[in-house]
């Protein structure tokens, strides 16, 4: 009798094994497509990556929460990107030109800002730099690049000694859509027709 229910336990046994080991396979095939499925929501919307540090457990926290980690992990990359487009953006920013007095008496020789201005050539030339309606302006002139390739038309030189075109627009370099209008601080409004500078920052085309 203990002989009989030895040999049945062993048959039960053996039996169930292939229960248990098909039970396995369908866990972790389970588990990995819930992984994958997280993995995806992480890295559309992943937390803020002040958490990335909230926890003190270090590789234990890891262990316990690894879809956690993984957002953190997606959005340290994605700060690092940011980050190293703000570093090439601000590369290829035009640089400031600083004149002599006896250069911008020069450049504004002749020049009459129209009564509206808040700033005349010879102002902007002194400064180099003028912050104005949220946006910084610069300037570059056109005896230091010609332009040759710019399609303005009507081109002349204002005035006011600014590059402008048949609608009496001063020509503007940015890296918004050429065409795009924007109000300046030197009595006249501005239009883009080059690149060179990006965002708020507008260079403006002078004689």
Do not use: C
């Amino acid at each position: 009798m203990t002989g009989y229910s030895t040999e049945a336990t062993s048959q039960t046994a053996v039996a169930s094994q292939p229960r248990v080991s098909r039970w396995v396979q369908l866990r972790k095939v389970g588990a990995a497509v819930i992984a994958a499925g997280f993995l995806a929501v992480s890295l559309a919307a992943p937390l803020p990556f002040s958490n990335a540090f909230a926890h003190e457990s270090g590789a234990a926290f890891f262990a316990h929460d690894p879809l956690h980690n993984l957002r953190l992990i997606s959005q340290q990359n994605r700060e690092r990107v940011a980050q190293a487009q703000r570093l090439q953006t601000d590369d290829i920013e035009a640089p400031v030109i600083h004149l002599t007095t006896a250069e911008v008496k020069e450049i504004s020789a002749g020049t009459s800002a129209p009564s509206n201005a808040d700033f005349s050539l010879a102002d902007f030339l002194f400064r180099g730099v003028i912050n104005w309606g949220g946006y910084k302006f610069t300037f570059y002139s056109q005896q230091v690049l010609p332009g040759g390739g710019l399609a303005i038309p009507g081109r002349h030189v204002n005035e006011g000694g600014y590059v402008s075109d048949s609608d009496g627009y001063i020509v503007l370099a940015g890296s918004a859509p050429k065409g795009t209008v924007y109000e300046t601080p030197f009595g006249y409004s501005g239009k883009i027709y080059d690149r060179g500078t990006v965002g708020n920052h507008l260079d403006v085309y002078i004689r």
